[in-house]
């Protein structure tokens, strides 16, 4: 997500509440043309403290248990999730 930017993680595949990359989710960045280029950094792994937006985004998907989804990204990271799934009667 953080080399996303901005943009959105769709067709993703969750299984039991885990991502499944198997097909690979569709990734969609946006570019916003005409300014200056967002100074993205991104952190070493070792320095790395888990934002409250993964937390949620992790919960949710344990949650959802088994759909498939979309996440919409901003800043690196995730700003809403969408479930999809089948309506039952």
């Not at 901005?6 to 499944?20: K, T």
Request: aromatic share 2%; charged share 25%.
């Amino acid at each position: 997500m953080q080399r996303i930017g901005f943009g959105r993680i769709e067709s993703l595949r969750v299984a039991g509440g885990q991502p499944v990359l198997d097909p690979p989710p569709r990734v969609i960045r946006e570019v916003k043309l005409g300014t200056e280029p967002a100074n993205q950094k991104h952190d070493d792994p070792a320095d790395y403290t888990v934002k409250r937006a993964v937390v949620d985004l992790l919960a949710e998907l344990a949650s959802v248990g088994t759909a498939t989804v979309a996440i919409e990204v901003r800043q690196g990271l995730p700003a809403r999730l969408i479930v999809e799934e089948v309506a039952r009667g």
